[in-house]
């Protein structure tokens, strides 16, 4: 089973729209990390955020939102008002703290057009 | 800028070579990563080093080998090389060893692009 899922691959927007990033996780552990990182065409990782299990308040930086919900195991990413420079793929990640493990979803790409 | 630093930015070669990666951390940090991303594969974690000893090991092939140096920076060896190695290989760096537990965070460099002819 997928420990991370990104159940869309690409997103196609216009420029100014908001658009929301989906991520599922899976883990038994009880204190766990999540994270998102920012792949621009270029090709280079991006930190974005990293929460920890015990923090569901939501966080916003800008224009980028996340919403942690431990319900439903998931922490979408938001984007508001997007602009042509969010275009890249955007993985969402899981660390499992007790097992030592480090899991990336197999990304979204977000295509922003102008 | 993450301040991880990756040579070369592309490497093409054949079938059966060896090739060595490099990478230095961001300064301070102790812990070097290593990952890599494929189209079929996506993006695993191959090796984690700290302070020059091996701490962690994941998806990593018995013919690719790592080391880190006493200045921290560390190296990634392919051996008999196959077509399937094609992919990005990324490094990042953390400060303390907990970069895969979550408890640090891992900053990653630019990246390899390695293509195998």
């Known amino acids: 089973a997928q420990k991370v899922t990104q159940a869309q691959t690409e997103i196609s927007v216009v420029e100014k729209e908001d658009v929301t990033l989906d991520c599922v996780y899976e883990t038994r552990d009880t204190t766990y990390y999540l994270f998102w990182y920012k792949q621009p065409p270029s090709g280079e990782l991006v930190f974005l955020i990293r929460?920890?299990?015990?923090?569901?308040q939501n966080e916003i930086s800008g224009r980028y939102s996340w919403n942690f919900q431990k319900s439903t195991s998931s922490f979408n990413f938001t984007i508001t008002a997007s602009q042509v420079v969010d275009s890249a793929v955007y993985f969402c990640?899981?660390?499992?703290?007790?097992?030592?493990?480090?899991?990336f979803g197999s990304g979204t790409k977000l295509n922003v057009k102008p | 800028d993450s301040g991880v630093t990756q040579t070369p930015k592309h490497l093409i070669t054949a079938t059966g070579q060896r090739v060595t990666l490099r990478c230095s951390p961001r300064s301070g940090d102790l812990s070097v990563y290593w990952y890599q991303q494929s189209l079929d594969q996506g993006l695993q974690f191959l090796i984690q080093y700290y302070n020059g000893e091996e701490r962690a090991k994941g998806n990593i092939l018995e013919r690719f080998s790592a080391q880190q140096f006493p200045d921290l920076h560390s190296e990634l060896n392919l051996s008999s090389l196959e077509l399937g190695d094609s992919a990005l290989y990324f490094c990042?760096?953390?400060?303390?060893?907990?970069?895969?537990?979550?408890?640090?965070?891992?900053?990653f460099g630019p990246g390899t692009r390695l293509t195998v002819l």
């Open positions: 990042a760096s953390s400060l303390t060893d907990r970069g895969l537990a979550g408890q640090d965070t891992q900053y």
């Open positions: 990640a899981l660390s499992e703290s007790r097992f030592n493990k480090f899991y």
């Open positions: 929460r920890n299990s015990f923090d569901e």
